[in-house]
């Protein structure tokens, strides 16, 4: 079924809005909260809970793009899971991307207008990368994959795949600085 489709049965409060969307997306949400958790008990009750907040959320908000607007409620509810779950322990990997996240995004007051002109400028940022580095930089910092995992999948080095995202937070700190944002 069509996305637009899908999105209407959530307006109309139909229930199997729902069904379409588990047919359609739960392999990819089930990924998304997977790369972060690495438990497949914890990814599902994440993407069981994305369905959830699918339904709260639609109407009001009409989303463009169905698989985005599931893949960020799936990523932040098993971001939230993790960080509760291994406050005390945490996921070496996980915490590295975390400490590499933190360094490059400002924390903001929660005015929507801070969050709007962020989201445009990494947007922006984005757009003005090459494929293969776009690719790399939200494979680790949206997907959460390892640099061995990224490797792997696009035939690099893991010190290559450093070096790229090393070069690339830089470039973004520049960017945000340009755009007066600041971290």
């Known amino acids: 079924m069509e996305d637009e489709k899908i999105v209407e049965l959530y307006w109309e409060r139909n229930e199997w809005a729902i069904s379409e969307t588990q047919i359609k997306y739960s392999r990819y949400l ?3 909260a997977y790369n972060i ?3 497949d008990e914890d990814s599902e009750e994440c993407v069981n809970d994305t369905y959830v907040k699918a339904w709260e959320a639609m109407p009001p908000h009409k989303p463009q793009r169905l698989s985005a607007f599931l893949g960020k409620i799936t990523r932040n509810l098993a ?3 993790y960080l509760y779950s291994t406050a005390v ?3 070496a990997n996980n915490e590295l991307i975390l400490d590499e996240i933190e360094e490059l995004i400002p924390n903001g007051d929660g005015d929507m207008s801070d969050e709007l002109a962020l989201r ?3 947007n922006g ?8 580095v776009r690719i790399i930089f939200v494979q680790r910092y949206w997907y959460m994959l390892s640099i061995k995992d990224i490797a792997g999948q696009r035939g690099l080095t893991e010190g290559n795949v450093k070096v790229i995202l090393l070069r690339t937070r830089e470039k973004f700190r520049a960017h945000l600085e340009r755009e007066g944002i600041t971290v």
Not at 125 to 132: E, I, Q, S, V, Y
């Open 79 to 81: 971001l939230s899971k």
């Open 125 to 132: 940022f984005l757009a003005t990368l090459p494929k293969r």
């Open 89 to 91: 322990k945490r996921s």
């Open 30 to 32: 089930h990924t998304v």
């Open 120 to 122: 445009e400028a990494i």
């Open 37 to 39: 958790l690495y438990s």
